[in-house]
């Protein structure tokens, strides 16, 4: 008889927590073969150019140096439906930072002596890095990144916002932002003949395989690559990079297993970024703060080498019932470097600006900043007209507004003075789309009682590991330390990549299926599970991927109370809540550390996170963690994260969803309107730093 079911929200630790702490978990660069050599790339130095010239006498002649690859000297690949990881096949430099050689030596030192040593000329041409309304070259492509449409209009929103008792026309500014994952991008590749193992930091590896199969044009069942032990990535794992790309290369050059682990100062030009993006909202109100006309301009850059496009405006399509709406994208192809995913992409600039402009349409009609959110909640999704799986936004927000106390708020701004210190809170709405994938996965069960899940998942940090055992054990019906998973592997059953918060409901998905089928053969079986054990298999393609008769997402909300120094400009955050409505929470302590994790990255965006493209040299001037700041431990307050019990029966077997950005998305809203409340000043552009608090006459 199968014991009730009791795994699933259990606070279970980490499975892989100890390994973490005492090192016995190895990374993507600790894995070293025997033989291992040492790559290092050679960035250009140049904003836009060509190679004119190559001189590697002095870096052949450094002892150890077994390889330099050049564009004239590299071997040549085979397609790439990413041209960034088209790397040194010919001598174009299309931004600042591009691979333009690659060393090999026998020890790291020497490579990077080498790299030092080698003489490269270039034919500069003339480059533009900094994007601005209005640019002449920008267009309107036809979608944003995730396939959205660019443009979505609803009746006359021109007409309807003229009309408007009440009207905020407002710009907003977020600053190119960088990932940073704790672990830098490292790959150890290692050929056998035409077989090639590679050890990569990625967030997915079956997609790795995939595309070092079509470069190197080799079967993928040629390929394993394994990613078992992930440090971060928010996005810049999400698709290879070019450091598992060389490593193969130079592999396969020299004849032994080589080792490419990029410094950190490398990260801003080659991993991707989240694009600078530029907001134009136009609300137009009744006079009792009812929305009647949305309208959400956005202008990001991309690269000259692909189209990225931030799609920041979509979130603006989910979240407020009005009968006009407008909402578009622009993007201006500029010389840098190119773009890609970074937590909630598109979704926590966008509801940045949108929660913004909320927050001052609060205070042009007079109302609560929570009641205007309540007052504006819509039946169903307004661009799409399908109703909700689930939307408890306005339960989000009224539990936050008890927990906070915001009943006791005085609505005047910049009159909570204690000596040189002023104090406001803030509040913001969150939401993030309910995304989920085909997956395979398998389950054995084990004559000594105990069960193995096997799916290539990827555990980036997130316990994924402890979440899909607790998914087993669920289904099976059986104690969680029965069940053993196994992840990061292309030797596993396929599974996609984490990220878009759709790890864990789409390999969950497919282990809850396999452990399902399993449970059912074993009440069937009849006698002592043989020694081979007992398998079932999933494949959730065609059920998970299916089109959804409702809207998915998951909702938030974001308060927050600040502390800002009128001498020194310094904004210091006292305290932030969230409240989620996420369907049914699988583990309370992996989920609220990444609820708290994503409002701590919520404070870096509103406070300290920046970056700027040299418009002389074309380059990101903060490479590095001394210039770019995250928050530190001195920086993140009292964070609290709560949510509500939410059922929902139309998103996957478990009622869960993506837990894994939506606690960045309102939190740099929530502080911006919190300063605002402050000071009685409204800063539109971030960070919020004290040279900007101070040059607005604070």
Known sequence: MRNPPTALGAPAARREGRDKVTGAARYAAEHTPSGCAYARAVPATVARGRITAVDDTEALAVPGVLAVLTPRSAPKLGKADDPTLHLLQDDDVPHHGWYVALVVADTPEAAREAAQALRIEYATEPHDVTVRDGHPDGYTPDEANGGFPATRERGDTEKAFAGSPRQVDASYSIPPLHNHPMEPHASTARWDGDRLTVHDSSQGASTVRQVLAGLFEVPEENITVVSEHVGGGFGSKGTPRPQVVLAAM?????????????????????????????????????????????????TTHTSRVKEFVEQAAVPTRVMYASAHSRTTHRVVPLDVPSPSWMRAPGVAPGMYALESAMDELAE??????????????????????????????????????????????????????????????????????????????????????????????????????????????????????????????????????????????????????????????????????????????????????AESPYARHAFGAHFAEVRVDTTSGEVRVNRVLGVYAAGRILNSRTAKAQFVGGMTMGIGMALTENSTLDPAFGDFVERDLAAYHVPCHADVPDIEAHWIDEKDDH????????????????????????????????FRELPLTPARLLSAGL
């Open 250 to 298: 130079a592999a396969r050059h020299v004849g032994r297993p080589v080792k490419l682990a990029l410094s950190r100062r490398e990260l801003a030009e080659v991993v991707g970024h989240r694009a600078p993006t530029l907001h134009r909202i136009r609300l137009g109100a009744q006079a009792d703060g009812t929305l009647v006309s949305v309208d959400h301009e956005v």
């Open 364 to 545: 042009a009609v007079g109302l609560d900043p929570v009641e205007l959110r309540v007052r504006n909640e819509p039946q169903s999704e307004p661009d799409s007209g399908k109703a909700f799986s689930s939307r408890h936004v306005v339960e989000c927000l009224l539990e936050g507004a008890r927990r906070f106390g915001w009943a006791d708020r005085d609505p005047r701004t910049g009159v909570r003075r204690e000596g040189k210190v002023l104090t406001g809170t803030g509040v913001a709405a969150a939401t993030y789309p309910v995304e989920v994938s085909p997956s395979r996965a398998s389950a054995r069960a084990l004559p000594d009682g105990s069960y193995v899940v096997r799916v290539n998942a990827t555990d980036i940090g997130t316990g994924a590991r402890t979440v899909l055992a607790q998914v087993a054990a669920d289904a099976l019906g059986v104690p969680l330390d029965s069940v053993r998973t196994e992840v990061g592997s292309t030797e596993l059953p396929k599974a996609p990549l984490a990220g878009g918060s759709s790890g864990t409901a789409s390999w969950g998905w497919a282990v809850h299926e396999a452990c399902t089928a399993l449970a059912g053969r074993l009440a069937a079986h009849q006698g002592p599970v043989p020694a081979e054990g007992l398998e079932e298999t999933a494949d959730t393609a065609g059920t998970a991927d």
């Open 651 to 682: 998103l996957n077997p478990m009622g869960s969803k993506g837990i894994g950005e939506i606690g960045i998305v309102g939190t740099a809203a929530a502080i911006g309107n919190a300063v605002h409340h402050a000071t009685g000043i409204r």
